[in-house]
């Protein structure tokens, strides 16, 4: 009888600690969701960056059989958000929304209470917003070449703008000018939104976006110079690497969906598989198109490549900034 204690106890004991140490975690994975799932973006509700999280959510609440309960918590290059998530538990019900930048440059800028970096699970990239500079429709400038020699004939005269001072369009501003020879001087705009009403009212020349120009320049409001990127988001308009700045493209700056540090690979991979469903979903491709997003879809390897060559310009901008 004592014997069979002592073996009764032994598999109790050793069942335990097969359910602490992976066992619970592929019962919970495979129960996964049960309940609402959270997600907090952190950016202003009606913007292209909600809109286009709007569309994702109701494709994965079909496919998850969950809701999908959206949270504003907008500012600080969505680090605010980003926080609600790396202070959270691991466990699938609370995601966030930030953009790459959120990783690469936001901390260059911010003191944060964590490290979007190492402190997040980035689970997947679905699209990324288009990236130029923009003038207002009826600019005398018809195209980047003209702004150019515009701004060299006239030292300390041009203005534009950027939103962060640390933002990578900022930055290559700021480099551009370097290589070129100009003396102008970048105005930090609060917002997208800031942004362009300085344009548009005149205050400085262009815009260096990434992304709030779209709206006005399908309302024939606003045209781009230059696209950023390393393709061309716009018709007619040139790269940055096809007006002559070789290495300089920004490889896309996406929307990333996250979650806290420590996920169980078993839930991480339910999520992504449910996201790149979701990203065939009809109407979630109708919304990416009509914002002129490009579609990403990125996840492990792939997604941890471009967030390091996003780093990798922006600490190159950065320290030709300080010299």
């Known amino acids: 009888m004592f014997k069979q204690r002592i073996v009764r106890n032994c598999v109790f004991w050793v069942s335990l600690l097969v359910f602490l140490t992976g066992g619970g975690a592929m019962a919970h994975a495979d129960n996964f969701p049960s309940k609402p799932i959270k ?10 960056a909600h809109t286009s999280l709007q ?20 500012g600080a290059g969505a680090t605010i958000a980003g926080g609600h998530v790396a202070h959270a538990k691991p466990d ?14 936001a901390p260059h800028e911010l003191e944060l209470s964590y490290s979007p970096a190492d402190d997040l699970t980035h689970l997947f990239a679905y699209a990324g917003p288009p990236s130029a500079f923009t003038v207002k429709a009826d600019a005398q400038w018809k195209t980047w070449q003209e702004f150019i020699a515009y701004a060299k004939a006239a030292p300390g005269q041009v203005s534009w703008t ?47 976006s990434s992304g709030s120009h779209v709206s006005h320049i399908n309302s024939g409001s606003a045209r781009a110079l230059l696209d950023f990127g390393t393709k061309s988001s716009l ?12 290495g300089l493209a920004i490889k896309g700056e996406p929307y990333i969906i996250v979650a806290p540090k420590g996920l169980p690979k078993e839930i991480s991979e339910k999520l992504i598989t449910a996201m790149l469903k979701a990203t065939q979903a009809p109407e979630y491709m109708n919304v ?16 941890e490549k471009t967030l390091s060559e996003g780093s990798g310009l922006v600490n190159m901008l950065l320290a030709s900034a300080k010299k």
Do not use: C
């Open 39 to 48: 997600i907090y973006f952190g950016y202003k509700a009606g913007g292209s």
């Open 55 to 74: 569309a994702m959510a109701r494709a994965l609440e079909t496919i998850l059989d969950t809701p999908i309960v959206l949270i504003e918590k907008s």
């Open 92 to 105: 699938g019900y609370t995601l966030g929304l930030i953009k790459s930048t959120t990783i690469t440059t």
């Open 162 to 208: 950027a939103t962060a001072v640390t933002g990578t369009q900022f930055l290559l501003m700021q480099y551009i000018g370097k290589l070129e020879g100009i003396d102008w001087h970048g105005v930090p705009a609060k917002g997208g939104s800031e942004a362009m009403k300085l344009v548009l009212g005149g205050q400085v020349a262009g815009y260096a």
């Open 235 to 246: 018709p007619g308009t040139p790269t940055i690497e096809e007006v002559g700045y070789k």
């Open 288 to 303: 990416i198109k009509k914002l002129n997003m490009q579609p990403m879809n990125l996840y492990g390897e792939d997604l």
